[in-house]
């Protein structure tokens, strides 16, 4: 079955203050990995799609990266208006593909 | 703008009442697809399309219908609600990719409280 687990659930970070989230998964046949941002009310937004291990995306101050078992999403210096819900998921098979969906890490940053 | 509009944004029912959670897109996407998202769990899907007359069954179907009469649209059917179905919904949207993964656009959501 496919599974996708993400953490921490929540990080506190100053603005400045470097850090990473973790997105750990498991699934068949790998398509692509996303991240989304999610504000709260507001429904998810694209950030990235990784689709092999090695790969890195990056976009102002966040960069994405994939292994065979997890990927990560990076954040440089910070700033409020990071403030947001990071959401993962996985896509697997061919046709109309299914995500998997992780069940996010909520990111506060301080001024 | 292009993109996916839900409606209503907030509804509030009582058990055993009916409604119908509507979504529209206006980027000519063949698939769309319908979502729930409660705390502490990851988005889950109910339902999806892959073209206009075709629908199927996701995650967590029961107690939902959809149908898809057009490519824009994709409405979702409460038929007897329940405390359980008590949510935040999200449409999403997205094209038919020959490689690649497809890109969801989703809906700002509409938020389902079933007394």
């Known amino acids: 079955e496919d599974q996708v687990t993400q953490s921490p659930e929540a990080l506190r970070l100053q603005e400045g203050e470097s850090s990473s989230l973790n997105c750990s998964y498991t699934?068949?046949?790998?398509?692509?990995l996303f991240w989304y941002r999610q504000d709260p009310g507001k429904g998810p937004e694209f950030l990235f799609t990784?689709?092999?291990a090695g790969e890195e995306k990056e976009k102002e101050r966040l960069k994405a990266t994939l292994t065979k078992k997890e990927s990560f999403l990076h954040i440089t210096a910070p700033k409020p208006e990071d403030s947001a819900t990071y959401l993962c998921?996985?896509?697997?098979?061919?046709?109309?593909?299914?995500?998997?969906f992780g069940t996010g890490t909520r990111l506060l940053v301080s001024p | 703008n292009a993109g996916v509009t839900q409606t209503p944004k907030f509804q509030v029912l009582k058990t055993g009442q009916s409604m119908t959670l509507q979504c529209a897109q206006d980027?000519?996407?063949?698939?769309m697809s319908w979502y729930r998202q409660d705390p502490g769990m990851g988005l889950r899907l109910i339902h999806y399309?892959?073209?206009?007359?075709?629908?199927d069954q996701g995650e967590v179907p029961n107690g939902y219908n959809v149908s898809r009469s057009t490519t824009e649209d994709f409405p979702l059917r409460l038929l007897s609600a329940a405390p359980s179905q008590t949510s935040v919904y999200f449409c999403?949207?997205?094209?038919?990719?020959?490689?690649?993964?497809?890109?969801?656009?989703f809906g700002a959501g509409s938020r389902l409280t079933v007394l």
């Open positions: 999403a949207s997205s094209s038919r990719q020959s490689i690649g993964a497809n890109v969801l656009t």
């Open positions: 990784l689709y092999s």
């Open positions: 998921a996985v896509q697997a098979g061919t046709g109309f593909q299914k995500l998997v």
């Open positions: 399309s892959v073209g206009a007359g075709i629908t």
């Open positions: 980027m000519n996407h063949e698939y």
């Open positions: 699934v068949s046949g790998l398509r692509g």
